[in-house]
């Protein structure tokens, strides 16, 4: 069965350095969404890839947060500098289509990212 | 504003005793609803979704969900909760239709089995 992958798994840094995490959707799937879940908390969606281009990323603090989706394929997204309080577990999800509501998101294991 | 309550921090139940937990949103049209459980340091599997049709929806691992527009709620069952079923449930809404298909979850109510 084919999976969402995320790398690294878990990430310790330091406050004030860069951080980036991979994802590699499900095969043919044209919509990629990072989902960022604070511990305690639900996910909450940081920005939407429809193929290359960006749908949504009105929740994505821009002074630091970048993503990107170069190919439509896989995407990296980065933190610089990164900050105590973006300690939390990145989710990437991915859809076939993102042209409907009811496009199952499936969901990768996640990077444990902790700042310290 | 849209939001989605799950009242519920932790629940424990004992092995084989009924379980029920709570979800409720608010939302400006009949969203489409979720939900979905997450085991310790693993990502979101989807356990059942309401588009719409009959209210009582039927799920993976002998979970059902029932909606009811009037309470605007999304209530997650099972008869008989397996020790396996430990794990944290999340309820999720999402539009219909749109440019953007970002799902709203809850907090996640945390499910303890006892033996």
């Known amino acids: 069965e084919a999976e969402v992958a995320q790398s690294p798994r878990y990430k310790i840094t330091e406050k004030s350095q860069a951080v980036a995490f991979w994802c590699d959707p499900i095969s043919g799937h044209a919509t990629l969404y990072w989902y960022r879940q604070i511990l305690g908390q639900g996910p909450e969606l940081l920005v939407q890839?429809?193929?290359?281009?960006?749908?949504?990323d009105s929740q994505l603090p821009k002074d630091r947060f970048s993503a990107e989706r170069l190919k439509g394929v896989d995407s990296t997204l980065k933190i610089q500098p990164a900050e105590l309080g973006d300690s939390a577990m990145y989710l990437c999800?991915?859809?076939?289509?993102?042209?409907?509501?009811?496009?199952?998101?499936?969901f990768g294991p996640g990077t444990r990212l902790t700042v310290t | 504003a849209q939001s989605v309550t799950q009242p519920d921090i932790h629940i424990t139940v004992s092995e084989g005793a009924s379980l029920e937990l709570r979800c409720n949103y608010s939302?400006?049209?009949?969203?489409?609803l979720f939900w979905y459980v997450q085991s310790p340091g693993q990502g979101l599997q989807l356990l059942l979704k309401?588009?719409?049709?009959?209210?009582l929806v039927q799920g993976i691992k002998g979970f059902e969900a029932e909606f009811k527009r009037s309470q605007s709620s999304f209530n997650l069952r099972k008869p008989s909760v397996h020790w396996s079923d430990a794990a944290e449930y999340f309820c999720a809404v999402g539009p219909r239709r749109g440019s953007s298909y970002k799902l709203i979850f809850g907090s996640g109510t945390r499910l303890l089995v006892r033996p």
């Open positions: 890839f429809q193929d290359e281009s960006v749908v949504d």
């Open positions: 999800a991915s859809s076939s289509r993102g042209t409907s509501g009811d496009d199952e998101q499936y």
């Open positions: 309401y588009f719409s049709g009959d209210t």
């Open positions: 939302y400006g049209a009949t969203p489409y």
